[in-house]
């Protein structure tokens, strides 16, 4: 079961929902393989076909760009290979085109609304928490 928040522009209202953790189908490859962006779709089934896949970890994860200091949310897939290669998916920012990391534990208050700029970003007034699966 994951878990997760929604954040929301005190300026312009803009919102985000970000979510965190393993899903019941995540460990499902060919599930988790409809859910990717069609690139990093491609390579893990590029990978599947050549490789004894003897671990799928997938999981919400939430990602940071230090060029534009926005967040996102994206599906986090790790497959680990007999003979201990590693795959992972990589994103871009939508904005910038620079690589996201992930972060744990955003600071709210570091990150700027995608929509107006502002630095105004916190909980939403309606949704404290959610549980999802």
């Given at each position: 079961?994951?878990?997760?928040?929604?954040?929301?522009?005190?300026?312009?209202?803009?919102?985000l929902?970000l979510?965190?953790?393993?899903g019941m189908?995540?460990?499902?490859?060919?599930?988790?393989?409809?859910m990717?962006?069609?690139?990093?779709?491609?390579?893990?089934l590029?990978l599947?076909?050549?490789f004894?896949?003897?671990?799928v970890d997938?999981?919400?994860?939430i990602?940071?760009?230090?060029s534009?200091?926005?967040?996102?949310?994206?599906?986090?897939?790790q497959?680990f290979?007999?003979?201990?290669g590693?795959f992972?998916?990589?994103?871009?920012?939508?904005?910038?085109k620079?690589?996201?990391?992930?972060?744990?534990?955003?600071?709210l208050?570091d990150?700027?609304?995608?929509?107006c700029?502002?630095?105004t970003?916190?909980?939403?007034?309606?949704?404290?928490?959610?549980d999802?699966?």
């Open positions: 079961m994951g878990w997760g928040t929604v954040i929301e522009c005190k300026s312009c209202g803009y919102n929902e979510l965190e953790g393993p189908g995540y460990c499902d490859l060919d599930f988790v393989i409809t990717l962006e069609s690139d990093q779709a491609q390579k893990a590029e599947k076909d050549r004894e896949i003897i671990r997938g999981y919400m994860k990602y940071e760009c230090h534009c200091n926005v967040l996102s949310n994206y599906l986090c897939l497959l290979f007999e003979g201990g590693k992972e998916t990589t994103y871009l920012c939508d904005k910038c620079s690589h996201l990391e992930i972060i744990e534990e955003p600071v208050s990150y700027v609304c995608p929509e700029g502002n630095s970003l916190g909980p939403s007034s309606f949704i404290a928490r959610i999802w699966d």
